[in-house]
T-cell receptor
Framework: AQRVTQPEKLLSVFKGAPVELKCNYS??????LFWYVQYSRQRLQLLLR??SRESIKGFTADLNKGETSFHLKKPFAQEEDSAMYYC???????????FGTGTRLQVFP | NAGVTQTPKFRVLKTGQSMTLLCAQD?????MYWYRQDPGMGLRLIHY???????AKGEVPDGYNVSRLKKQNFLLGLESAAPSQTSVYFC???????????????FGAGSRLTVL
């Protein structure tokens, strides 16, 4: 079965501080991992995916298959990063995308 | 392009009433999904469809029915609404992708349903 765990409901930091949003997954096959973000009064949208190995808005995430983790990191948080972040998992060749419970990031000035 | 459009945006129901949420996409996507979003629970998959005329159960299908009569539309029905179905409902769609992370969901704006 697919399962995504985001242990933190709320993460509060000051502007300029490093940020790490944790995500662990459980899946027996070959996983595809994503981070989605929902800014206030906006639609849920893709932030990044592990297969692209890209940096979006300063965020990066590395898939660690040994630790079954896909943590989202940013070295210097900005106020505009305040949002709800969801980690999501899809198994290669499957049809479903399963989301974690989400972490609300608050960045204070 | 409108992308994914959900109607209605807001609805208040009484316990036992029925209603249908409509999701329409104009991107010719094969896959469509219905999720519900609840505080502390994140997004949970209700039902999904991999093509016209096909539907499948997700994580929390009980109390809901769906239909995909046309490729561009995916309907979510509540036959007898219950207060536990008070939630924000999101529809999403994606194209038939290739292996390697090419599949990305496009979401609608959400429909807020309150059951009294």
């Amino acid at each position: 079965a697919q399962r995504v765990t985001q242990p933190e409901k709320l993460l509060s930091v000051f502007k300029g501080a490093p940020v790490e949003l944790k995500c662990n997954y459980s899946y027996s096959g070959s996983p595809e991992l994503f981070w989605y973000v929902q800014y206030s009064r906006q639609r849920l949208q893709l932030l990044l995916r592990h297969i692209s190995r890209e940096s979006i808005k300063g965020f990066t995430a590395d898939l660690n298959k040994g630790e079954t983790s896909f943590h989202l990191k940013k070295p210097f948080a900005q106020e505009e990063d305040s949002a709800m972040y969801y980690c999501a998992l899809s198994g290669l060749g499957t049809d479903k995308l399963i989301f974690g419970t989400g972490t609300r990031l608050q960045v204070f000035p | 392009n409108a992308g994914v459009t959900q109607t209605p945006k807001f609805r208040v129901l009484k316990t036992g009433q029925s209603m249908t949420l409509l999701c329409a996409q104009d991107m010719n996507h094969e896959y469509m999904y219905w999720y519900r979003q609840d505080p502390g629970m994140g997004l949970r998959l209700i039902h999904y469809s991999v093509g016209e005329g096909t539907t499948a159960k997700g994580e929390v299908p009980d109390g809901y029915n769906v239909s995909r009569l046309k490729k561009q539309n995916f309907l979510l029905g509540l036959e007898s609404a219950a207060p536990s179905q008070t939630s924000v409902y999101f529809c999403a769609s994606r194209r038939l992708g290739q292996a390697g992370g090419a599949n990305v969901l496009t979401f609608g704006a959400g429909s807020r349903l309150t059951v009294l």
